[in-house]
């Protein structure tokens, strides 16, 4: 498969932690260790918006489904919700005692969750006039490392080697322990509630939550052994950051050495602490092979 780099984007300064697209896959939202984040333009690669007021290295940024609202946090502890067409903070959230490590945000911006080095997750109703917490979720041993919300669910990923997956109309959670630190956590096909999870052991694990948290299968290759490195799954692809400084790509669909990656890519000088595929890589095939990737080096790098 023939993969290239579309843009390299050279905004930041310092390593980028996370870079995200947006719902539309129109925008890039980057974040990094230079306490800044950026929305570029993934068809041109300009930089439309810039956005201050961390006080410490950007860890996660998430956009609501129609692009109003973004969440940040970092290394200051806070959590940060932004106007997108102003650049304005609307809301800063206290309540984590260590570092933020990830944030997500629901389709229409009204609930943010966050996940900490101290190990708790927080929500907060944006809806609400108080600044605290609507709850706080302490069931994790050790950091939180990645979140998703779904419809109904929230889902994260902890250092203490389990997923939690937290029914947020029935009020249960279900736990998935996988026995190796989990350092991302991603939704591989909605429909069928597959989780595509990175582990510190240099695996790619999916999960099925319909058939209890059984793992359909493993992907190795890369490296993922100190860092927090992300990944991400669609119906036919995982992909994978890797402290190696390569991108490592994954054929889903193949019967014959499934664990093995099918493309390694070149294109950062460090570590790849990112990586996101095309909201619509799954469905459209002009968009198969559209990803973004962030690394140590400083780059955001858009594939095409």
């Given amino acids: 498969m023939d993969i290239r780099i579309l843009h390299k984007l050279n905004c930041h300064t310092g390593s980028v932690s996370t870079a995200i697209f947006d719902a539309t896959g129109d925008y890039v939202i980057s974040g990094g260790q230079d306490k800044r984040i ?14 201050d007021g961390h006080g410490w290295a950007v860890q996660g940024v998430a956009i609501s489904k129609n692009s109003s609202r973004m969440a940040s946090c970092g290394g200051d502890r806070m959590v940060f919700v932004w106007d997108i067409n102003t650049a304005q903070i609307s809301r800063k959230l206290s309540g984590h005692k260590q570092r ?49 919300i779904t419809t109904s669910e929230l889902i994260s990923g902890s250092i203490d ?49 319909k058939d209890g948290g059984k793992v359909v299968a493993t992907f190795s290759g890369h490296k993922c052994t100190e860092y927090r490195v992300q990944c991400d799954a669609n119906e036919t692809t995982v992909a994978s950051g890797s402290e190696d400084g390569f991108v490592y790509l994954w054929n889903t669909e193949t019967t014959e050495d499934i664990g093995q990656p099918r493309t390694r890519l070149a294109g950062h000088s460090g570590i790849v602490n990112s990586v996101m595929l095309h909201p619509r890589s799954g469905i459209d095939p002009k968009k198969q092979t559209s990803m973004i990737t962030a690394g140590s080096d400083g780059a955001v790098v858009i594939w095409e």
């Avoid at 109309?169 to 989990?182: C, F, I, K, S, Y």
Wanted: glycine fraction near 8%; proline fraction near 3%; charged fraction near 20%.
């Fill in 38 to 51: 950026h929305l570029s333009n993934a068809g041109t690669g300009r930089l439309v918006q810039s956005y």
């Fill in 100 to 148: 933020v490590d990830c944030v997500a945000i629901n389709n229409d911006g009204s609930i943010v969750a966050s996940g900490s080095f101290d190990k708790s997750v927080c929500i907060w109703d944006l809806r609400a006039a108080p600044r605290t917490p609507l709850q706080v979720l302490d069931e994790s041993r050790d950091g939180i490392s990645s979140l998703v």
């Fill in 161 to 209: 080697g389990s997923v939690r997956t937290y029914d947020m109309r029935m009020g249960r959670m279900l736990e998935d322990a996988l026995g190796v630190p989990v350092v991302s956590v991603s939704v591989a096909n909605v429909q069928s509630q597959v989780l595509c999870v990175g582990c510190m052991d240099s695996t790619v694990q999916l999960l099925d939550q």
